[in-house]
Protein backbone atom coordinates (compact mmCIF):
# COMPACT_ATOMS: atom_id res chain seq x y z
CA UNK A 1 0.00 0.00 0.00
CA UNK A 2 1.20 3.38 -1.27
CA UNK A 3 2.63 5.35 2.24
CA UNK A 4 1.01 8.62 3.07
CA UNK A 5 3.88 11.58 2.62
CA UNK A 6 5.27 11.20 -0.78
CA UNK A 7 8.38 13.30 0.52
CA UNK A 8 9.08 9.64 2.84
CA UNK A 9 7.65 7.14 0.45
CA UNK A 10 10.52 5.63 -1.08
CA UNK A 11 13.55 6.41 1.34
CA UNK A 12 13.52 2.97 2.63
CA UNK A 13 12.86 1.45 -1.15
CA UNK A 14 15.68 3.06 -2.79
CA UNK A 15 18.20 1.97 -0.51
CA UNK A 16 17.19 -2.13 -0.88
CA UNK A 17 16.94 -1.47 -4.58
CA UNK A 18 20.85 -0.15 -4.70
CA UNK A 19 21.57 -2.84 -2.15
CA UNK A 20 20.08 -5.54 -4.24
CA UNK A 21 20.84 -4.30 -8.22
CA UNK A 22 25.18 -4.42 -9.57
CA UNK A 23 24.07 -2.14 -12.65
CA UNK A 24 21.91 1.19 -13.25
CA UNK A 25 20.06 -0.38 -15.36
CA UNK A 26 18.94 -2.91 -12.91
CA UNK A 27 18.39 -0.37 -10.42
CA UNK A 28 16.10 2.04 -13.24
CA UNK A 29 14.04 -1.38 -14.08
CA UNK A 30 13.67 -1.73 -9.75
CA UNK A 31 12.35 1.88 -10.20
CA UNK A 32 9.85 1.31 -12.94
CA UNK A 33 8.46 -1.69 -11.08
CA UNK A 34 8.48 0.42 -7.85
CA UNK A 35 6.59 3.16 -10.19
CA UNK A 36 3.34 0.88 -10.77
CA UNK A 37 3.20 0.19 -6.84
CA UNK A 38 2.04 3.86 -6.56
CA UNK A 39 -0.16 4.57 -9.97
CA UNK A 40 -2.42 1.21 -9.05
CA UNK A 41 -4.27 1.64 -12.44
CA UNK A 42 -1.05 1.82 -14.96
CA UNK A 43 -0.47 -1.69 -17.00
CA UNK A 44 2.82 -0.47 -18.38
CA UNK A 45 5.92 2.04 -16.83
CA UNK A 46 9.21 2.61 -19.25
CA UNK A 47 11.77 4.63 -18.54
CA UNK A 48 13.28 6.80 -21.64
CA UNK A 49 16.73 8.18 -21.57
CA UNK A 50 18.93 10.10 -24.05
CA UNK A 51 21.85 8.86 -25.32
CA UNK A 52 24.43 10.39 -28.22
CA UNK A 53 21.28 11.73 -29.72
CA UNK A 54 19.11 8.76 -29.48
CA UNK A 55 16.28 7.68 -27.61
CA UNK A 56 15.97 4.43 -25.87
CA UNK A 57 13.46 3.15 -23.52
CA UNK A 58 16.24 1.49 -21.28
CA UNK A 59 13.75 -0.75 -18.93
CA UNK A 60 10.19 -0.98 -18.92
CA UNK A 61 7.87 -2.97 -16.78
CA UNK A 62 3.89 -4.35 -17.12
CA UNK A 63 2.86 -4.32 -20.44
CA UNK A 64 2.45 -1.48 -23.52
CA UNK A 65 4.86 0.85 -22.39
CA UNK A 66 8.40 -0.19 -24.73
CA UNK A 67 5.54 -0.01 -27.75
CA UNK A 68 4.24 3.19 -26.91
CA UNK A 69 7.50 4.86 -26.00
CA UNK A 70 8.75 3.52 -29.22
CA UNK A 71 6.05 5.10 -31.52
CA UNK A 72 6.77 8.15 -30.34
CA UNK A 73 10.27 8.07 -30.73
CA UNK A 74 9.55 7.25 -34.26
CA UNK A 75 7.35 10.34 -34.58
CA UNK A 76 10.14 12.47 -32.71
CA UNK A 77 7.20 13.69 -30.69
CA UNK A 78 4.90 12.49 -27.63
CA UNK A 79 3.95 13.21 -23.94
CA UNK A 80 7.30 11.29 -22.91
CA UNK A 81 9.39 13.78 -25.30
CA UNK A 82 7.90 16.54 -24.18
CA UNK A 83 8.90 15.33 -20.37
CA UNK A 84 12.06 14.83 -21.69
CA UNK A 85 13.02 18.18 -23.63
CA UNK A 86 10.84 20.84 -21.51
CA UNK A 87 11.74 19.10 -17.49
CA UNK A 88 8.14 19.31 -16.92
CA UNK A 89 5.20 16.76 -15.69
CA UNK A 90 2.81 15.52 -18.73
CA UNK A 91 -0.10 14.16 -17.80
CA UNK A 92 -2.54 13.04 -19.99
CA UNK A 93 -6.06 12.89 -18.67
CA UNK A 94 -7.63 11.06 -21.44
CA UNK A 95 -5.87 10.54 -25.24
CA UNK A 96 -9.36 10.59 -26.76
CA UNK A 97 -9.27 14.21 -26.12
CA UNK A 98 -5.92 15.31 -26.71
CA UNK A 99 -4.70 17.36 -29.55
CA UNK A 100 -1.09 17.39 -29.24
CA UNK A 101 1.58 15.21 -31.16
CA UNK A 102 0.17 14.42 -34.48
CA UNK A 103 -1.46 11.01 -34.76
CA UNK A 104 0.59 9.68 -31.53
CA UNK A 105 -2.67 9.77 -29.15
CA UNK A 106 -4.89 7.97 -32.26
CA UNK A 107 -2.09 5.01 -32.04
CA UNK A 108 -2.18 5.33 -28.26
CA UNK A 109 -6.34 4.54 -28.18
CA UNK A 110 -6.08 2.02 -30.50
CA UNK A 111 -3.25 0.29 -28.71
CA UNK A 112 -5.68 0.06 -25.65
CA UNK A 113 -4.47 3.49 -23.69
CA UNK A 114 -6.54 6.46 -22.74
CA UNK A 115 -4.32 7.96 -20.13
CA UNK A 116 -0.73 8.61 -19.13
CA UNK A 117 1.61 10.40 -16.39
CA UNK A 118 5.49 11.08 -17.92
CA UNK A 119 7.90 12.64 -15.10
CA UNK A 120 11.22 13.98 -16.50
CA UNK A 121 14.42 12.30 -15.17
CA UNK A 122 17.86 14.43 -14.91
CA UNK A 123 16.63 17.10 -17.28
CA UNK A 124 18.63 19.55 -19.05
CA UNK A 125 21.63 16.94 -18.86
CA UNK A 126 23.42 15.04 -21.59
CA UNK A 127 21.50 12.02 -20.37
CA UNK A 128 17.67 13.27 -20.04
CA UNK A 129 15.29 11.21 -19.92
CA UNK A 130 11.33 10.61 -18.61
CA UNK A 131 9.61 8.03 -16.23
CA UNK A 132 6.49 7.19 -18.35
CA UNK A 133 3.16 5.34 -16.92
CA UNK A 134 0.18 4.18 -19.15
CA UNK A 135 -3.44 3.47 -18.12
CA UNK A 136 -5.77 1.46 -20.13
CA UNK A 137 -8.79 3.69 -18.96
CA UNK A 138 -9.05 7.65 -19.04
CA UNK A 139 -7.69 9.87 -15.71
CA UNK A 140 -5.84 6.69 -14.94
CA UNK A 141 -3.76 8.23 -12.47
CA UNK A 142 -6.08 10.90 -10.53
CA UNK A 143 -5.71 8.26 -7.85
CA UNK A 144 -2.14 7.93 -8.02
CA UNK A 145 0.41 8.78 -5.36
CA UNK A 146 2.02 11.51 -7.27
CA UNK A 147 4.30 13.13 -4.79
CA UNK A 148 5.42 9.54 -4.62
CA UNK A 149 6.35 9.19 -8.34
CA UNK A 150 8.12 12.38 -8.18
CA UNK A 151 10.94 11.09 -5.46
CA UNK A 152 11.23 7.76 -7.73
CA UNK A 153 12.03 9.98 -10.87
CA UNK A 154 14.26 12.15 -8.66
CA UNK A 155 15.95 9.08 -7.23
CA UNK A 156 16.11 7.44 -10.83
CA UNK A 157 18.24 11.56 -12.20
CA UNK A 158 20.63 10.92 -9.02
CA UNK A 159 21.64 7.07 -9.58
CA UNK A 160 22.17 8.42 -13.63
CA UNK A 161 24.25 11.35 -12.34
CA UNK A 162 26.19 9.21 -10.12
CA UNK A 163 26.76 6.46 -13.30
CA UNK A 164 28.13 9.29 -14.98
CA UNK A 165 30.59 10.42 -12.43
CA UNK A 166 31.61 6.81 -11.85
CA UNK A 167 32.45 7.11 -15.93
CA UNK A 168 34.32 10.05 -16.15
CA UNK A 169 36.35 8.72 -12.80
CA UNK A 170 37.07 5.72 -14.61
CA UNK A 171 38.22 7.24 -17.40
CA UNK A 172 40.21 9.68 -15.32
CA UNK A 173 42.04 6.77 -13.81
CA UNK A 174 42.64 5.59 -16.98
CA UNK A 175 43.98 8.94 -18.15
CA UNK A 176 46.56 9.02 -15.20
CA UNK A 177 47.70 5.57 -15.65
CA UNK A 178 48.41 6.12 -19.26
CA UNK A 179 50.44 9.27 -18.33
CA UNK A 180 52.63 7.65 -16.11
CA UNK A 181 53.06 4.48 -18.17
CA UNK A 182 54.72 6.83 -20.85
CA UNK A 183 56.31 9.11 -18.24
CA UNK A 184 58.21 5.80 -16.34
CA UNK A 185 59.13 4.99 -20.33
CA UNK A 186 60.68 8.31 -21.06
CA UNK A 187 62.74 8.53 -18.00
CA UNK A 188 64.11 5.02 -18.34
CA UNK A 189 65.29 6.31 -21.80
CA UNK A 190 65.86 9.82 -20.13
CA UNK A 191 68.69 7.91 -18.03
CA UNK A 192 70.40 6.01 -20.68
CA UNK A 193 71.03 9.08 -22.19
CA UNK A 194 72.17 10.54 -19.00
CA UNK A 195 74.44 7.95 -18.93
CA UNK A 196 75.60 8.11 -22.56
CA UNK A 197 76.57 12.04 -22.91
CA UNK A 198 76.78 12.42 -19.31
CA UNK A 199 74.29 15.46 -19.11
CA UNK A 200 71.82 16.44 -17.05
CA UNK A 201 67.58 15.29 -17.01
CA UNK A 202 66.78 18.38 -18.41
CA UNK A 203 69.34 18.14 -21.57
CA UNK A 204 68.10 14.52 -21.82
CA UNK A 205 64.74 15.44 -22.46
CA UNK A 206 65.75 18.28 -24.40
CA UNK A 207 67.66 15.70 -26.68
CA UNK A 208 64.56 13.17 -26.42
CA UNK A 209 62.08 16.17 -27.69
CA UNK A 210 63.99 17.25 -30.27
CA UNK A 211 64.53 13.90 -31.81
CA UNK A 212 60.89 13.45 -31.74
CA UNK A 213 60.38 16.34 -33.70
CA UNK A 214 62.74 15.73 -36.11
CA UNK A 215 61.60 12.32 -36.90
CA UNK A 216 57.83 13.08 -36.58
CA UNK A 217 57.56 10.35 -34.06
CA UNK A 218 55.64 9.93 -30.61
CA UNK A 219 58.15 11.08 -27.85
CA UNK A 220 57.19 7.48 -25.97
CA UNK A 221 57.55 5.43 -29.24
CA UNK A 222 61.07 7.19 -29.69
CA UNK A 223 61.54 6.32 -25.82
CA UNK A 224 60.41 2.92 -26.39
CA UNK A 225 62.55 2.18 -29.41
CA UNK A 226 65.72 3.86 -28.03
CA UNK A 227 65.48 1.94 -24.75
CA UNK A 228 65.22 -1.35 -26.85
CA UNK A 229 67.98 -1.60 -29.23
CA UNK A 230 70.39 0.20 -26.30
CA UNK A 231 69.21 -2.49 -23.68
CA UNK A 232 67.75 -5.51 -25.87
CA UNK A 233 64.70 -5.66 -23.82
CA UNK A 234 61.58 -3.43 -23.91
CA UNK A 235 60.56 -1.17 -21.29
CA UNK A 236 58.64 -1.41 -18.01
CA UNK A 237 55.02 -3.06 -18.96
CA UNK A 238 51.76 -1.45 -18.15
CA UNK A 239 51.30 -4.42 -15.38
CA UNK A 240 54.55 -3.43 -13.56
CA UNK A 241 52.83 -0.06 -12.95
CA UNK A 242 49.38 -0.68 -12.26
CA UNK A 243 48.43 -0.25 -8.53
CA UNK A 244 48.17 -3.24 -6.29
CA UNK A 245 44.42 -4.59 -5.84
CA UNK A 246 42.40 -4.60 -2.53
Known sequence: M????????DFISVVDLLLD??????????????????????TGCGITLQRDGQFLTV?????????????????????????????????????????????YPAHAVASGTRSSLSLP???????AGALNLYAPEPHGFDD???PALRVLASQA??????????????????????ALRSRA???????????????????????LRTTSQNRNIKLRDLCTDLITRLTGQPPTEAEDLRPPEV
Open 2 to 9: PPDNGESA
Open 21 to 42: TETLDDFLHGLAEAAMTYAPRA
Open 59 to 103: TSAGTDAAALDEKQYGLNDGPCLQALRTGQEIHVGDMLEEQRWGT
Open 121 to 127: IAERTDT
Open 144 to 146: SDQ
Open 157 to 178: TGAIALAQRITQSSQFTKDVQQ
Open 185 to 207: VIDQAMGLIMAQQRCSSSEAFAI
